[in-house]
């Protein structure tokens, strides 16, 4: 009996030790960009969470796939976003020692990327990483969600959890669930957009399987083997470094061709389009299996691109950095997915949105929860056939992201973020850059605290209350480049921004699009009657509005038309509490003093919106 006794107990332990059970607040599926931003957001509000990571760096496409410029946003450092670039501005020694390359203002090691992510993982209690760990096909109960994982020793782990994010590459949690997604190029008939194709097709942006080259010095010699199939005329052409966008003629360059993604410590990310290692490679319905086998011809794009780089242009001392990565090839762990399945949202956000947001039906920018200033970039070089859209010629200014299209429109308990959000194929080629997906990510992290605080599904949590949160988080909801979070009336004209009462003006600009508040701009009596029109209705049968700037005067009489009763005195008073000081009553209001105003009187923000901007209910005071 007693050795029976002691072979059972071995055998319970044996068990336990290869299952066991897991319980959380959030569980995020992906620990690339934005599951990492997500995870944080959520601690932060007293969220746990836990993140389920197949490789075991944390960062994704700017670390983990080696895309270590970013693209964007170097004047609107959203929240989590401006917290990464202020620690690796900390690490290499300040702004300019990491503008290393012409392509971006921002350019780091991936391996430093993710060590910076690593340690702000680290400092928050409510996170648990399981890395190398791979998930099967969650399960939807009474309370929530159940899902199995197994790391890479096989142990099986069961996951309970409240909400899911599915932060995947590619969208593959929301695939296994049959929630219902776009994939590839869009009709016009679905997306309204004058820009989308007739008819839809699958085909996707391009992808690419970086490398980190580092330089070895003078005389070295660290050419690789040549490669199999190698044919130089595949890379002819490479060193165009013209501007599409600025319709230039050819430039050749090749030196500054390599110098376009120059990362600190004389690496460089290969990570080119124009004849470079950019391949066109469908494989997001593909099995994991299937995909590892296609990604061969990727990373093998890229060998004959880097033997070029060697053989044929002379760069010889440019070798492969095998010690930037924890992979023997000296590839990172996964690729460049410019492109994945795109949700079937509450909110589909499409180019007219971006182009147009203060004049299209679905006011989506009163819902906004991410900020992104890149234009729209598709990669299309290495497709068969040209796409029918000249993406270079569709001109936009800054924008933000609505909070529906996290959110599938049928489907409760699952928030969807990283590049598969509700997002045109077109908008796609904006919203995948860097620094507005960790904004998705903070956006997501912050939108199932809330979920979890309240006991809530996603898609009945207050739009206003996941937008305070982030406002709280320093993070922008309105993409205004003249109001820093420095700014001390950054919240206020950021939700007032955000209720229409007075809209911003974008242009498109460069690389890098623009959208101004002008805090300090005049604002006429006629300006502000339109914009309290929508909540005011009462208002449409006044015509006593002039075209002259507004004082303090004219705004009580204003608001005593819609029964609000508050002296120049009061008024007063309310500027001094924000440190602005009026000479007198007639002096003309700006921007930033109306914004205060209305804040305070009445509280605009605090009004409810569906998820296409409409006010739920307009009887308030």
Not at 198 to 223: E, H, R, S, W
Request: proline share 5%; glycine share 8%.
């Amino acid at each position: 009996m007693k050795k029976i006794y002691g072979l059972s107990l071995l055998f319970i332990l044996f068990i336990s030790q290869a299952y066991s059970q897991l319980k959380t607040d959030v569980l995020i599926v992906g620990g690339g960009a934005s599951g990492t931003m997500a995870a944080i957001q959520a601690s932060r509000m007293g969220v746990k969470s836990i993140v389920i990571e197949e490789t075991v760096w944390l960062g994704g496409m700017l670390t983990s796939a080696g895309v270590s410029a970013i693209d964007g946003n170097h004047k609107l450092p959203s929240g989590l976003w401006g917290e990464f670039r202020d620690k690796l501005y900390a690490y290499y020694g300040g702004p300019k020692a990491v503008e290393t390359g012409w392509v971006s203002n921002t350019l780091f090691e991936p391996s430093v990327g993710n060590k910076i992510l690593q340690e702000m993982i680290k400092k928050e209690s409510n996170i648990q990483v399981l890395f190398e760990t791979s998930w099967t096909k969650p399960v939807k109960t009474e309370s929530g969600w159940r899902m199995e994982v197994r790391d890479k020793k096989q142990k099986k782990n069961t996951i309970e959890a409240k909400i899911l994010i599915d932060a995947t590459e590619l969208g593959d949690v929301m695939a296994s669930l049959q929630v219902p997604y776009y994939l590839g190029m869009d009709s016009q008939s679905l997306t309204k957009e004058t820009f989308a194709l007739p008819q839809a097709n699958d085909i996707i942006q391009d992808m690419t399987y970086v490398v980190t080259l580092k330089d070895f010095g003078q005389g070295a010699d660290k050419t690789i083997k040549k490669p199999k199939n190698y044919d130089p005329s595949e890379f002819a052409g490479s060193c165009d470094v013209s501007d599409p966008a600025t319709f230039n003629s050819n430039n050749n360059d090749c030196y500054k061709m390599l110098t376009y993604g120059a990362l600190p410590n004389k690496k460089f990310m290969i990570n080119w389009p124009k004849k470079g290692n950019d391949i066109y490679l469908n494989i997001v319905e593909k099995s994991p299996e299937e995909r590892k086998v296609m990604l061969e011809d990727a990373k093998q794009m890229t060998l004959r691109f880097v033997y070029y780089i060697q053989n044929e242009l002379g760069y010889k001392h440019l070798g492969i950095a095998y010690d930037e990565y924890p992979t023997k090839d000296g590839f990172p762990m996964i690729p460049y997915h410019r492109e994945s399945r795109r949700l079937q949202a509450k909110s589909l956000f499409a180019l007219q949105h971006i182009m147009n947001p203060f004049d299209t039906e679905e006011a989506y920018y009163k819902t906004g929860i991410a900020v992104g200033d890149y234009t729209i970039d598709h990669h299309h070089y290495k497709y068969g056939n040209a796409p029918e859209i000249d993406f270079v010629k569709i001109r936009v200014p800054s924008y933000n992201v609505p909070m529906g299209s996290l959110i599938p429109k049928n489907f409760d308990g699952l928030i969807v973020s990283e590049k598969s959000i509700g997002v045109s194929n077109i908008v796609n080629g904006a919203t995948r850059l860097q620094p507005v997906v960790l904004g998705i990510g903070q956006a997501s992290g912050a939108l199932a605290a809330v979920a979890v605080k309240q006991g809530k599904q996603p898609a009945q949590v207050s739009i206003r209350a996941v937008q305070a949160a982030l406002l709280d988080h320093q993070a922008y909801i309105m993409p205004y480049i003249d109001v820093p979070v420095s700014d001390p009336q950054f919240q206020v004209m950021q939700k007032i921004g955000a209720t229409g009462l007075l809209k911003g003006s974008g242009v498109p600009y460069k690389w890098a699009n623009q959208t101004w508040f002008y805090p300090e701009r005049e604002v006429s009596e006629y300006e502000l009657m339109q914009g309290l029109r929508e909540y005011y209705p009462e208002l449409n049968t006044n015509w006593d509005a002039s075209g002259a700037a507004i004082t303090l005067t004219g705004l009580k009489d204003l608001l005593a038309y819609i029964k609000i009763d508050k002296s120049e005195a009061e008024m007063q008073e309310l500027l001094k509490s924000e440190n602005i000081q009026l000479e007198n009553n007639k002096e003309k209001l700006n921007r930033r003093m109306i914004s205060v105003i209305l804040d305070k009187v009445l509280k605009p923000f605090d009004q409810e919106i569906d998820y296409t901007g409409k006010i739920e209910n307009k009887q308030f005071k």
